[in-house]
Each structure stands twice: as C-alpha cells, then as structure tokens.
C-alpha cells in the first residue's frame, strides 16, 4: 500500500493527485448516501417524528372512517395503530393520510406515509412493478357482486349486459375484466373512484350491479337506504389477500410491520387480550412462548430495534386479531362478517403467523 502511494507521488503531480483524491472521496460519500437512502431509515423518520403517517382509504366504514368527532376507526385503523404502538409507545400517535384507490401507492412511493393499511391486495405486480413490500395477510378476502333483488338475478351468471359499478385502479376491475370474459358475457363499466361514489352511482341507478372485495360489500349494504332490498350474489370471482404494504428498500421498516401483524395473530391464538397483557407482562411466567411475546425473557424487541414492550404496547393499544374483527367487522356490527378464513388456524381457518423466537 505504502509503495502504491509512493509511486503515485512520483508519477502524478500534487495538483492532479489532489483532485483524484477529491474525486474519490466524492464518489464515496455518494455511494454512501445511496447506502442511506436504500436504507431508508424509516423507523428512525417515525421516532423523530414522534407519528406514524399511516396511508387508509377515504372512508369505508369498518375499515376506515372517522366517526363524529373526527377520531379514526375501524379494522385497518387498529393496524396503524398497533404499528405506532409498538413503535412510538400508544395508538394514538397516528396521521392518517386518507387516499383513493388509485393514488394510495404513488402517495406510499413519494414518502407521504410510512405504511398503508388500505384494503389492498397483495400481487406480484404491485410487489415487482410498483415496489411495495406486503406485510401478512390480515384479510382473506374475495370479489363478489351488490344487486337490487327486485332485478331477480340469483346468480352472477346471469349478469350478461348489466352496467357495472367498479372503482379505478383496483385489481377488483381486472377481475370483473378476466370473468366476463372467460364466461363470454359483455357488461358496461360506470367507473368510479371512492366507494362513497359508488354508492351514489349505485343508488341512483347508474349502475345495475355494484363489484368489489366482499368486505367491502358487507360495509356498503349496511350503508343503503335500506339494506334488506339488496343481496350479495353467492359467486366469489377471485383471491383478495388484503394485507399492509411498505415501499420496497427499507428491510428494518418491513421487519416491523410484518411482526407487528404475527404478534396481532399470535396474540389471539395465546389468549393474551387487551384486557389482560398488561397484568401478564408483570412477571416472567413458565410458558417461555409467552414470555418472549412479553418481553420478559428474550430479546426480540431489541432485534427488531424496538422496546422490549413492543408486543405488550400494541395489544394494550387494540387488543389481539380476534378482538380487532369482532369490534369493526364482526357479527355484532353492521358488517356482520363471519370469522370464515379468517379464524384462526386452531380454529379452523387460515390464519397462520410465523413464531416469535
Ligand atoms: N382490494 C382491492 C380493491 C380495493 C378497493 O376497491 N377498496 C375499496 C372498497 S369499496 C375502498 O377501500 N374504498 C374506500 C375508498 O373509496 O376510499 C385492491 O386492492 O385493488
């Protein structure tokens, strides 16, 4: 090394050999910035923030809306808040940046949240194309179809012709594309770009049957006039694997988010509440499973870079899985939706979170 530099001195003069070294040193700290910005750092942006910018939707209630006094609430909204939880201590440090269909990644790609809850499914364009990066699926779910019974149609084989209520940049308007389709029917599309929209379409008869995940649907009968004049068809025409998503680059920021949504399942699946967590963190128990859940033995916050308390702060925040769909999706809400896929895999449906070890 010594030599290189002493036939470097002799070979170029002071001036060149100083500009090469600037030059150097240049393209060092530009590929160490490259280094940083891949790296993205959004943990540290969240805690210096003191807030999590959480990307939802624009209103579907049961999912994401605010209620009367302006506070957030629903499904997705307990996900936002168990992530700022874990992270920042409470539930409550959240900004929600409410989004369209068809904005919602451009608006998580430029930065303008750090997360997105948002009824979304998971695909490979949108994980390969778009660069996001899903975190577990937290919704099983599947596109069905919304229809005034006085139509009499029982089935969505019969749906030849009808116009069709569908929202823009949605894997919902690909399927209904792929299905008509493969069953050689024609329909005409009345597009829109809220539900609130499609709702007013759909109302007034601008369209004859309205399509979208079946969630979705169960929130949207709940919201007509009267909700007993429309069905949902019995057909699911596709897989909907509704699940949060981070831009693809920052692997620590994904970590976070994907282990908070397991500790959420693994919650329900341990018996470990709202209501509960608190006390059962207290003291280190003889269920070593437990234990590390609760930060009382083991280091798995540390590993994610979080408090040992991350677990314990997101339960306390909103309770477990179980507790989160009963409270905005469950049969004593307007939803009424059923566990079905949704359970638990000790319950019988496929709800399935890797370990905490
Ligand atoms: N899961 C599908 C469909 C998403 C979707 O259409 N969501 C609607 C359901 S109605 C929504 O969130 N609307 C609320 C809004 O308009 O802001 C996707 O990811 O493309």
Known sequence: MFDSVLKLKTTYSKEVLGMRVTKFLVIIAVLFSFTVMADAGTLEDVKTRGKLNCIVSSGLAGFASPDEKGNWQGFDVDFCRAVAAAVLGSGDKVKFVPTTNKTRFTQLNAGEGDILFRNTTETLSRDADLKLTFLPVNYYDGQGFLIRKSLG??????????????????????????????????????????????????????????TTDASALASTRAALKKPSDHVILPEIISKEPLGGAVRHGDDRWADIGKWVVNALIIAEEMGITQKNVKELAKKSGNNPGMNRFLGTEGSMGEMLGLDKKWAVNAISAVGNYGEIFERHLGPKTPLALERGLNASWKAGGILYAAPIR
């Open 153 to 210: 149609v029982t089935s969505a084989t019969q749906l030849a012709g009808a116009s069709v209520c569908i929202q823009t940049g949605t894997t919902t308007e690909l399927n209904l594309a792929d299905y008509f389709r493969a069953n050689k029917m024609k329909y005409e599309p009345v597009n829109t770009e809220t539900n609130e929209e499609s709702i007013v379409a759909y109302e007034s008869k601008r369209c004859d049957v309205y």
